[in-house]
């Protein structure tokens, strides 16, 4: 039987990290061979020692192999993995630089509004040329998306390439584990903390069981239930969250806990994403939530060759081997994907990207949703969910709509659509002001490979 391979583009991300940590937790993964892609040699040799190294000192049967071009690493893929992102902490200063130049204050500016169209126009013409570059060398292979603006860029190669795709955002896990924080069902004593609720390294207990359903970084949790008996939780959260002072929310979640009590769903996957969303948001709001825009320095994502040395500290023998790969829960959804494509059997999956087609019966088919989904060996799925919420459906369907607009205008060179994604955006009141803001995004993606 072939061998099962899996390249990761983009390997000196913080994702990568994640993904050795977990594969070596499920026998499904043994013996195959996983191709780490990097421009950066350094950053790859690193990262490709630390992989060896765990394969060596726990004695599975694991091939490392790193590759400066993608061309090289691709051909026998099974999946691939997209983490790749274009000169990332910089250029996402820059979105909000040019957002507060014409008076626009966003939280998280990277996948809502003409933030989003920027880090389109530099991101989906990469990731369509590696759609173009599968095609010819591993027809056969699904391409799972990671990276942002995730709605726009997963369009994107629905609409402008023939690979297999689906994009995968870990909002929904985010999301889960504040609130079990909520409700009062977390167990781990060593729980990280950022922002005031439990990260766990992004991986959440798994007490409760969360639907959420919408677009990315904008969907709108249906259900929630205990996740071993079954029972709805959901009057018992809302009756928490309704009455409790708001200080006792978790901090990064107290927006959506007043925006909750005034559509009457919990909106994820957390504040900033959300409130760059919702055109409600006012200073009040602001004031009374703590929202502040993101600490891009704080930000744990890109790793250079340092980093990736002081993780390779964590390696040193089978003990402390053993304990770097427990560090985090196991079950992070990303390394469930291959795992789940690689078994023979079909699994329910909390959250895909993908082209709607009536998965949420009252928005567009032809618009890129967030839904629960079915995997399996070379099957993806969504679910069908029925309606949105109709108060909250609006939202949604013209974010929506704008994706595919940025999604045209990246992967085209189109400016007419480009314009027209800032002309419907609802924290842009002036013809004026919208042609302004693209002329200065266009100006400063001109140094990156851009179709314009």
């Not at 089978?318 to 469930?336: D, L, P, Y």
């Not at 940025?406 to 002309?423: F, H, I, M, Y």
Request: aromatic share 10%; charged share 25%; net charge negative.
């Amino acid at each position: 039987m072939k061998k099962k391979k899996i390249v990761l583009i983009g390997s000196g991300s913080q994702f990568t990290e994640f993904y050795l940590q977990e594969l070596f937790k499920y026998p499904e993964f043994n013996g195959a061979t996983i191709a780490l892609v990097d421009r950066k040699p350094d950053r790859l040799k690193v990262v490709k020692g630390i992989a060896e190294k765990i394969n060596a000192y726990l004695g599975w049967d694991l091939t490392f192999e790193g590759f400066g071009d993608r061309r090289e690493a691709l051909p026998g893929a099974d999946v691939v993995y997209c983490f790749a992102a274009v000169n990332y902490k910089e250029s996402w200063k820059m979105e909000r630089t040019l957002c507060q130049k014409h008076g626009l204050n966003p939280y998280e500016f990277h996948t809502s509004g003409v933030s989003s169209l920027s880090m389109g126009i530099r991101h989906i013409p990469l990731v369509l040329d590696i759609c173009a570059d599968m095609e010819k060398l591993c027809p056969d292979a699904w391409l799972v998306l990671d990276n942002n603006p995730l709605t726009k860029i997963v369009t994107a190669v629905l609409r402008h390439s023939r690979t297999k795709a689906f994009g995968y955002c870990n909002g929904h896990e985010l999301e889960q584990m504040a609130i079990e924080q909520i409700l009062g069902k977390t167990e781990k004593e060593d729980a990280v903390e950022t922002h005031g609720f439990e990260r766990e390294y992004m991986v959440p207990g798994g007490n409760v069981s969360v639907q959420q359903i919408g677009i990315n970084h904008l969907g709108w949790v249906v259900q929630i239930r205990d996740a071993k008996t079954g029972e709805d939780l959901y009057p018992k959260f809302r009756d928490i969250v309704f009455n409790c002072p708001l200080d006792e929310i978790p901090l990064g979640y107290r927006f959506s806990a007043e925006i909750f009590k005034r559509f009457g769903y919990f909106p994820a996957p957390a504040d900033t994403h959300i409130a760059d969303y919702l055109w409600c948001v006012d200073d009040e709001m602001d004031r009374l939530c703590h929202l502040e825009p993101f600490d891009v320095d704080a930000w744990f994502g890109g790793r250079n060759a340092a980093a990736w040395e002081e993780i390779a500290g964590k390696v040193q023998d089978v003990e402390s081997t053993k304990a770097f790969i427990e560090e985090r829960r196991t079950g992070w959804q990303s390394t469930q994907i291959a795992r789940i494509m690689f078994g023979g059997n079909y699994e329910y999956f909390p959250a895909i990207n993908i082209m709607n087609k009536g998965c949420i019966s009252n928005l567009n088919d032809d618009v890129v949703v967030e839904v629960p989904g079915v995997l399996g060996p070379d099957f993806v799925q969504g679910i069908h969910m029925g309606p949105l919420p109709e108060q909250v459906l609006a939202y949604c369907q013209l974010h929506a709509t704008q994706a595919n607009l940025v999604a045209d205008a990246a992967a085209t060179g189109n400016r007419e659509k480009a314009l027209q994604s800032l002309l419907i955006d609802p924290y842009i009141s002036s013809v004026t002001k919208a042609e302004a803001l693209l002329a200065d995004v266009l100006d400063y993606n001109r140094q990156y490979d851009i179709r314009f």
